[in-house]
């Protein structure tokens, strides 16, 4: 187990070091310089900023200098929000973002695995039939049609829920975006669910359970769940990767001050520091989920530890 | 749930709806009708209505969903051909090579991809073609592995050990034994990767960072009719409704196919 | 005092009957055997009235005089959970992987309401289905456990609430024979304490030993039962005298082999290791330091327990495995490596393997099936001749040509093991390499098979390489033997002095349990 961990860790730490390389040789290599937009600056100004911002060292040097400041907790500077530091944007946006994502992830696991588990009881039934359909439309229709959507009958019409905005994470506020951002994952851990504890309950351990007069719900709980849930947390990276992107839009959405918003304006805007440090921000996040999943396995099935 | 046939007949209409239907119409999806802004359904020349600045919106639609689909298509096969490619000659020679392929493929999953994908925009402009072509570098990764898995086990087959002493050469036995045994497997992903696509496409154009106007998509038609929901929902509604249901429509055929194979 | 009676029983699926009419008793401390061949509704008479099934069954079966038909599922669990203990074929997935052995005997013991059971009374448990190291695998998981150890975990698991009675459902079939032995055994002692055992097999001679009374099944019904001693001597059946016969036994006088030619394949300290499965370092050694020599028209067996190394062995030598060291020759003349294997070396010995399905592939007629050696060993013959070869060859293992255009998944698992030794001899190979080849087939067939390679030994002088795990069988065949046990070559000889006088242990252990 320990050495399986070590091994992710070994790749973990190369792929969060190439992403930072990558990313930030594709912003160098960009066509134009950040200040082109601005035609009313003078050279002498244009020089000054340059200057200040490191642009006119070599680009190891560069490197050298934004790896350094990345391990301050140092995102540099934003070059739209001249007022700010990429760190100041992100440790603005970052509390929404994992609010949000959070109980959205919480909620996924929690509807996800009560319709698998209910749909596998009820298995080749019309409870199966119609929840594991739901499951495949809930994965199907992506966030940006639901968010709308949810609005336009929750709010809109019902009246039911405030249309967008934050407001300091009111329950009222989360309420939707956090059903929008939940459902297609819910609907992909449900189907994984499901189809792990089919595949799990046809084993003849099952059988020999079954043989000893357990209970079926014992069996179900004791002996089927556990197994059947590998599936479910090998889904976990991407899961958290859907997560960040459906934020991306649900922040849009809802007009919410998190991360993804900051993300969309960075990229609209050209601002290379902001969209950069939130890649490496989502890509840490991700593999930190991978490692999540790993440390999950061993427990879910002690044959993985080795 | 769904009668069996449902899927495949519902997407052939599409797909046919999207490539025949927008020259019969009275108004092209580009064109401003100044007299039918935000004209409701059922008006005249204007089926489903027209959108803020008087285009008319079932040519609009069908037009994003012919744009969706061919963007899809061709990602999901440059897909097929890095995934297979990929996952086969790992899963072949196995070894040190594996291992490092599938490397490769561990990390490159681990990154945010749709925020590189984002990030490829934002430095090299946007064009239709890197919508596609990074995609497809985005989505072979599942396929390269499931691919692998399937090469690995059937390398170790008899009947492959069998060619093998059979004397046919390794190119052989890749080609007549291995990939035919896989091709339906491929398939499968293949058809699953489509929606991946579609989802990521219409994502991108969402946020304003796909296809540029005048072209038009299924994600933009999305975003357009978000903005106006509250005074016009239709054009909200039918837009998503055919995204809803090519998504549908192509992963519950993919998902049989898998499942089917898989028993 | 009877335990369990079984009277009038029928399964039925769909409306169609899948046994019928089936009775027996079994009494306090009785085993009873139902045997037959596979399909013949074996398991589904032994499992289906418990509720393990989910088919509609009609008759009776009295459990301690309770009626088990048409009792409620709850009911019927509580009369497994007290009365009676099921252990099943496959001893590797028995039991739940992520619980402890300890844990899962609890569970067990608890279901006949017996309260918790102290860690002492789990020892006595392991203790009584002879467990070593009783202690600490109370705390270890199931992978932990070979093959053996875990089938007697299940079988302590099926007993710990003390049932009256014990339903064996292939106990086993997956076993190779020194297992088998000691798990009949084993099975024997238990029945000292009065417990009643039903026990499910396809091989007759190996449970008449075991058994009081022998039911006998063909096609879901009973065709023959009386008492197992009755039953072995003087069947009255010739279904059941096919079973007995095409069952290999020591005690059937030794086959007529064709006579011995010069040494044609020669193999010298082959050794072979693979990467420890689920580690990065380290190597597990699948056979080290091998050395023998197949004659021409002579049978050689190599013969093992499971994880023995055989096949890994055979697979080297033939060139379809790796290998890490070690001469392999025909005729004198080094092969090339795998790799480098020409026409002209790749047809002097053709394979064929255990599993008939997976050693055909699915997306190709039987008649291209057969025609693809020639094709490439044999590229200089014109398209009419190739077919007139393939038809010769399906002909030569008695196949209709009728079948040449199906795809191997219509074929049954004899038919498809047909095909591939048709495939094997069509290019007329010096040597063939029975990896396990009738293993995966049922006794019956398998005897057919058997006998077919045999002519075909005779007819065409062939030289075969047997890998199997079943002495008796190898005996049908080869006049020469190799022991195999972890990886080495343990006693090498004729066949006959080595069974008459094993030397080493793993030998005499293999004789003994064939008996």
């Known amino acids: 187990m320990r050495a399986l961990l070590l091994r992710r860790l070994a790749t973990a730490v190369p792929t969060l070091a190439a992403v930072v390389l990558l990313s930030f040789l594709l912003m160098r290599l960009a066509p134009g310089g950040p200040f082109d937009g601005e035609l009313a600056m003078d050279p002498a100004t244009r020089?000054?900023?340059?200057?200040?911002?490191?642009?006119?060292?070599?680009?190891?040097?560069?490197?050298?200098?934004?790896?350094?400041?990345?391990?301050?907790?140092?995102?540099?500077?934003?070059?739209?929000?001249?007022?700010?530091?990429?760190?100041?944007?992100?440790?603005?946006?970052?509390?929404?973002?994992?609010?949000?994502?959070?109980?959205?992830?919480?909620?996924?696991?929690?509807?996800?695995?009560?319709?698998?588990?209910?749909?596998?009881?009820?298995?080749?039934?019309?409870?199966?039939?119609?929840?594991?359909?739901?499951?495949?439309?809930?994965?199907?229709?992506?966030?940006?049609?639901?968010?709308?959507?949810?609005?336009?009958?929750?709010?809109?019409?019902?009246?039911?829920?405030?249309?967008?905005?934050?407001?300091?994470?009111?329950?009222?506020?989360?309420?939707?975006?956090?059903?929008?951002?939940?459902?297609?994952?819910?609907?992909?851990?449900?189907?994984l669910t499901r189809a792990g504890l089919a595949a799990t309950l046809r084993q003849d351990h099952i059988r020999s359970a079954h043989a000893r007069g357990l209970s079926p719900s014992r069996v179900l709980l004791v002996h089927a769940l556990r197994p059947a849930l590998v599936p479910v947390a090998s889904y976990l990276g991407p899961a958290a990767a859907g997560m960040l992107t459906g934020a991306v839009v649900i922040e849009t959405v809802f007009a919410l001050p998190g991360l993804g918003r900051h993300f969309v304006q960075g990229a609209l805007n050209r601002d290379y520091p902001l969209v950069l440090g939130v890649v490496i921000l989502y890509a840490a996040l991700i593999l930190l989920f991978n490692l999540l999943a790993d440390l999950l396995y061993g427990w879910l099935d002690p044959r993985m530890r080795g | 749930m769904i009668r069996p046939r449902a899927p495949g007949l519902i997407l052939?209409?599409?797909?046919?709806?999207?490539?025949?239907?927008?020259?019969?119409?009275?108004?092209?999806?580009?064109?401003?009708?100044?007299?039918?802004?935000?004209?409701?359904?059922?008006?005249?020349?204007?089926?489903?209505?027209?959108?803020?600045?008087?285009?008319?919106?079932?040519?609009?639609?069908?037009v994003g969903a012919r744009v969706t689909l061919a963007v899809a298509a061709a990602a999901a096969l440059v897909s097929l051909v890095i995934g297979v490619a990929w996952g086969a000659t790992a899963g072949w020679i196995?070894?040190?090579?594996?291992?490092?392929?599938?490397?490769?493929?561990?990390?490159?999953?681990?990154?945010?991809?749709?925020?590189?994908?984002?990030?490829?925009?934002v430095v090299f402009g946007r064009s239709i073609l890197l919508v596609f072509l990074g995609i497809g570098a985005v989505e072979w990764l599942t396929m390269a592995r499931v691919v692998r898995g399937q090469v690995m086990a059937l390398r170790e087959q008899p009947f492959v050990i069998a060619a093998e002493a059979a004397g046919a050469p390794p190119r052989r036995i890749v080609t007549m034994h291995v990939l035919p045994n896989i091709a339906g497997v491929a398939l499968a992903y293949l058809l699953l990767t489509v929606p991946q696509v579609v989802m990521i496409e219409s994502f991108l154009s969402f946020l304003g960072l796909g296809v540029q106007e005048p072209l038009t998509s299924l994600g933009i038609l999305v975003k357009e009719g978000a903005d106006d929901m509250d005074i016009s929902p239709h054009a909200l509604l039918l837009p998503g409704g055919l995204l809803v249901a090519i998504l549908i429509c192509l992963t519950v055929l993919g998902e049989r196919l898998r499942d089917r194979l898989a028993a | 005092?009877?335990?369990?009676?079984?009277?009038?029983?029928?399964?039925?699926?769909?409306?169609?009957?899948?046994?019928?009419?089936?009775?027996?008793?079994?009494?306090?401390?009785?085993?009873?055997?139902?045997?037959?061949?596979?399909?013949?509704?074996?398991?589904?008479?032994?499992?289906?009235?418990?509720?393990?099934?989910?088919?509609?069954?009609?008759?009776?079966?009295?459990?301690?005089?309770?009626?088990?038909?048409?009792?409620?599922?709850?009911?019927?669990?509580?009369?497994?959970?007290?009365?009676?203990?099921?252990?099943?074929?496959?001893?590797?997935?028995?039991?739940?992987?992520?619980?402890?052995?300890?844990?899962?005997?609890?569970?067990?013991?608890?279901?006949?309401?017996?309260?918790?059971?102290?860690?002492?009374?789990?020892?006595?448990?392991?203790?009584?289905?002879?467990?070593?190291?009783?202690?600490?695998?109370?705390?270890?998981?199931?992978?932990?456990?070979?093959?053996?150890?875990?089938?007697?975990?299940?079988?302590?698991?099926?007993?710990?609430?003390?049932?009256?009675?014990?339903?064996?459902?292939?106990?086993?079939?997956?076993?190779?024979?020194?297992?088998?032995?000691?798990?009949?055994?084993?099975?024997?002692?238990?029945?000292?304490?009065?417990?009643?055992?039903?026990?499910?097999?396809?091989?007759?001679?190996?449970?008449?030993?075991?058994?009081?009374?022998?039911?006998?099944?063909?096609?879901?019904?009973?065709?023959?039962?009386?008492?197992?001693?009755?039953?072995?001597?003087?069947?009255?059946?010739?279904?059941?005298?096919?079973?007995?016969?095409a069952a290999p036994h020591l005690s059937e006088p030794p086959p007529l082999l064709p006579p011995v030619g010069p040494p044609l394949l020669t193999a010298e300290g082959v050794c072979v290791s693979f990467p420890r499965p689920g580690r990065r370092r380290g190597r597990v050694q699948a056979v080290a330091d091998a050395t023998l020599a197949v004659h021409a028209g002579e049978g050689l067996a190599i013969v093992g327990g499971s994880g023995s190394g055989k096949s890994t062995l055979a697979r080297a030598i033939a060139r379809l495995g790796p290998i890490d060291a070690g001469q392999v020759a025909w005729a004198g003349r080094t092969l090339p490596a795998r790799g480098r294997m020409g026409r002209g070396d790749r047809h002097l010995m053709q394979p064929v393997f255990q599993d008939p399905l997976a050693s055909l592939d699915p997306m190709w007629r039987v008649r291209d099936i057969v025609a693809e050696p020639l094709r490439h060993l044999r590229p200089g013959l014109s398209p009419i001749a190739r077919a007139e070869a393939v038809a010769a060859a399906l002909g030569d293992v008695e196949m209709d040509s009728a079948l040449a255009d199906r795809y191997p998944a219509t074929l049954s698992g004899g038919q498809a093991q047909r095909v591939a030794i048709a495939r094997a001899i069509v290019t007329q190979p010096k040597l063939l390499l029975l990896d396990e080849a009738t293993s995966g087939l049922d006794v019956l067939v398998a005897s057919r098979i058997v006998s077919l390679i045999a002519r075909l030994q005779h007819e065409r002088g062939l030289a075969i390489l047997f890998v199997t795990h079943d002495l008796a069988l190898a005996r049908r065949l080869c006049a020469r033997i190799a022991v195999m046990a972890a990886g080495r070559i343990v006693e090498t000889g004729a066949m006959e002095s080595v069974i008459a006088r094993p030397a080493h242990p793993v030998t005499r252990a293999l004789v003994v349990a064939s008996q």
């Not at chain 1, 940006?144 to 009222?172: E, I, K, M, Q, Y």
Request: charged residues 15%; proline residues 7%.
């Open chain 2, 12 to 62: 052939s209409a599409i797909v046919l709806a999207a490539l025949l239907l927008p020259p019969l119409l009275p108004w092209r999806y580009d064109v401003i009708d100044w007299g039918g802004v935000r004209a409701p359904p059922l008006s005249p020349g204007h089926l489903l209505g027209a959108d803020g600045v008087g285009r008319d919106l079932l040519a609009r639609t069908l």
């Open chain 3, 1 to 245: 005092m009877t335990i369990y009676a079984v009277e009038g029983l029928c399964v039925s699926a769909g409306g169609q009957p899948l046994v019928s009419d089936i009775g027996f008793t079994i009494g306090r401390g009785e085993c009873v055997a139902l045997v037959g061949a596979s399909g013949s509704g074996k398991s589904l008479t032994c499992l289906a009235p418990f509720g393990l099934l989910p088919l509609p069954v009609a008759g009776s079966a009295r459990l301690r005089g309770r009626e088990l038909i048409g009792m409620s599922p709850p009911s019927l669990r509580h009369a497994r959970g007290h009365d009676a203990g099921f252990i099943f074929q496959q001893p590797l997935t028995a039991l739940t992987p992520h619980l402890k052995v300890g844990r899962q005997l609890a569970e067990a013991w608890r279901q006949a309401g017996k309260g918790r059971p102290r860690r002492t009374d789990l020892v006595a448990l392991l203790d009584r289905v002879g467990l070593d190291h009783v202690d600490e695998r109370l705390d270890q998981y199931p992978h932990r456990l070979s093959g053996g150890q875990r089938q007697r975990v299940a079988i302590a698991a099926a007993i710990a609430h003390d049932p009256a009675l014990l339903v064996a459902d292939e106990p086993t079939s997956a076993l190779d024979a020194t297992l088998r032995a000691a798990m009949l055994d084993l099975l024997g002692r238990l029945r000292e304490g009065g417990l009643a055992l039903l026990l499910v097999s396809h091989d007759l001679p190996s449970v008449a030993r075991q058994a009081d009374r022998i039911v006998v099944l063909e096609a879901g019904r009973v065709i023959e039962s009386g008492a197992a001693s009755t039953v072995l001597r003087t069947p009255r059946n010739a279904y059941t005298r096919a079973l007995i016969e």
């Open chain 2, 94 to 121: 196995g070894g040190r090579v594996d291992e490092a392929m599938m490397r490769v493929v561990d990390a490159l999953y681990a990154l945010p991809f749709m925020f590189v994908v984002i990030l490829l925009m």
């Open chain 1, 47 to 191: 020089a000054a900023l340059v200057h200040a911002y490191g642009l006119d060292l070599p680009l190891p040097a560069q490197m050298l200098r934004y790896v350094g400041g990345l391990a301050r907790g140092d995102f540099g500077p934003s070059l739209v929000y001249r007022d700010f530091t990429v760190t100041d944007l992100i440790a603005s946006g970052l509390p929404v973002s994992l609010t949000l994502g959070g109980l959205a992830l919480t909620l996924a696991v929690m509807l996800g695995i009560s319709a698998g588990l209910i749909a596998a009881t009820r298995a080749g039934g019309r409870t199966d039939r119609i929840l594991m359909f739901a499951m495949t439309l809930l994965t199907a229709v992506p966030t940006f049609v639901t968010g709308p959507a949810l609005v336009l009958l929750f709010a809109l019409a019902l009246g039911w829920a405030p249309v967008s905005g934050w407001a300091g994470g009111d329950p009222a506020h989360l309420a939707l975006p956090v059903i929008a951002l939940a459902l297609p994952v819910a609907g992909a851990i449900g189907k």
